[in-house]
């Protein structure tokens, strides 16, 4: 049962623009959600993260958007660049410590 | 980088050894997770431990999986009698408190152990 779910496998965006990267969840009792990084050979890194009880969180070029009713929350990158090409997985958590992680998008920022 | 460290990066193992992962939480970290990767695949969480206990292991499997967090020393992914499908990159994260994956304590991971059966 893939309780988070990122559908798009992979997403290419030309270096200034947008980057929307999208993840759709099920369980409602979800509590906290997080946004990570992850290049090849290394470990996922924390970019940013937000409650349940908002519905926007930002940090520098990045921001999260959560719409508890859709069960739907993006990550937002602007302007995007070269660096910014990695493989985005998006996490969840209710009342336990265990993260669920979807099976991730990768992002690629080109010239 | 005194992160999350994992030893070792590579292990490679034929059917039936045993392989051992090991885990040193970041500086402060008292609260270790493990989560396994397969290829093309989100990570998968496995155990949550603090030191000498194990506080969730919903996510390990029955048989030949056990894991540790001693008083003194790194956590130990310990898998007995390795299977093919037991190849995949096997990551630990830490944290600072009960609340590793929200508010402003995230879960930070190791560059993980990619484990290879012949």
């Known amino acids: 049962d893939q309780q988070v779910k990122q559908n798009s496998p992979s997403l290419s965006v030309q270096e200034g623009r947008i980057s929307i990267l999208n993840c759709d969840y099920t369980?409602?009792?979800?509590?906290?959600f997080l946004w990570y990084k992850k290049y090849p050979a290394e470990g996922p890194t924390f970019l940013i993260s937000i409650s349940s009880i908002k519905d926007k969180n930002e940090d520098g070029r990045f921001t999260v958007f959560l719409n508890k009713s859709a069960k739907h929350l993006s990550l937002h990158i602007v302007p995007s660049q070269p660096g910014d090409s990695a493989v985005y997985f998006c996490?969840?958590?209710?009342?336990?410590?265990?993260?669920?992680f979807g099976t991730g998008t990768r992002l690629q920022v080109f010239p | 980088n005194a992160g999350v460290m994992q030893n070792p990066r590579h292990l490679v193992r034929r059917r039936g050894q045993e392989a051992r992962l090991r885990c040193s939480p970041m500086?402060?970290?008292?609260?270790v997770y493990w989560y396994r990767q397969l290829p093309e695949e989100g990570l998968k969480f496995m155990v949550y431990?603090?030191?000498?206990?194990?506080?969730?292991e919903s996510g390990m499997p029955k048989e030949r999986f056990s894991a540790e967090f001693p008083k003194e020393g790194p956590s130990i992914l310990r898998i007995q009698q390795v299977v093919r499908g037991d190849s995949a990159a096997y990551f630990c994260?830490?944290?600072?408190?009960?609340?590793?994956?929200?508010?402003?304590?995230?879960?930070?991971f190791g560059d993980g152990t990619r484990l290879s059966i012949l």
């Open positions: 431990l603090q030191k000498e206990n194990i506080i969730d």
């Open positions: 994260a830490s944290s600072s408190s009960r609340q590793g994956g929200g508010g402003n304590q995230p879960q930070h």
């Open positions: 500086k402060g970290h008292s609260h």
């Open positions: 369980n409602s009792m979800f509590d906290y």
């Open positions: 996490a969840a958590k209710r009342d336990t410590d265990k993260l669920i």
